[in-house]
């Protein structure tokens, strides 16, 4: 269980633009909001998306991201150390007092006058790399380790820096982020992983479907 609040020291949106040599077009680079902003049930008040195949949705609504990772981030990728501070990795919310390993899958949280739940890790996103304008930093990510988590919306509101992060409903302390991370980067996923996850309280639609059809895909009736 999470010994104490967390802490909201960041609140960022983004507008699509174009990102890398290539302008793909991204809302990866966001911008600090001052103030209190509302948080409907597909994010933050003006926060955009993209690819709508990846990035946003109902599960997807708010990406969190723990301030302490950018020291680890600083200290395996130090020739862009300079960049990586808070909001470098596209995050919507910075949060401090907790990591990967505080919070897991469909804990429930109170977050200004918002009522949120963790869905899903963020997975590594070539989008990383266009923003550093350095490929490597996709692998990376992986090598850090820190995922950082989305929210769904359960109950609109509004949020602020200062905000304080409280735990309010836990349904899995097993399935942390850092352990969902872990297990579905680091190889296939075995069956009885898959199993739990396809079931998962709160586990996002898309890897609740896609833990079902590699079982059944596994498993044929």
């Not at 960022?12 to 909001?33: C, D, N, Q, T």
Request: proline share 6%.
């Amino acid at each position: 269980m999470i010994a104490s609040p967390a802490r909201i020291v960041g609140v960022r949106i983004g507008a699509i633009s174009p990102l890398g040599p290539r302008g793909v077009p991204s809302a990866f680079m966001k911008s600090p909001v001052a103030g209190r902003i509302a948080v409907g049930l597909l994010g933050l008040d003006g926060d955009a998306q993209a690819d709508m195949r990846v990035h946003g949705g109902p599960d997807k609504a708010v990406y969190a991201y723990p301030a302490a990772a950018y020291a680890a981030w600083r200290a395996a990728v130090p020739r862009h150390a300079a960049r990586l501070i808070d909001g470098a990795m596209g995050e919507n919310l910075t949060i401090d007092g907790w990591g990967d390993a505080d919070v897991a899958i469909g804990d429930s949280v109170r977050i200004g006058s918002a009522t949120l739940q963790i869905s899903e890790p963020r997975m590594p996103c070539f989008k990383v790399g266009l923003a550093f304008g350095d490929p490597t930093m996709v692998r990376a990510f992986a090598n850090v380790g820190v995922s950082g988590w989305y929210y769904r919306v359960i109950e609109t509101g509004t949020i602020g820096i200062g905000d304080s992060a409280t735990l309010i409903d836990r349904t899995n302390p097993d399935w942390t982020i850092a352990r969902f991370f872990a297990t579905v980067t680091s190889g296939p996923i075995g069956n009885d992983d898959l199993a739990a996850i396809a079931t998962l309280d709160g586990v996002a639609v898309g890897w609740r479907a896609k833990a079902t059809r590699l079982l059944r895909r596994r498993r044929p009736a």
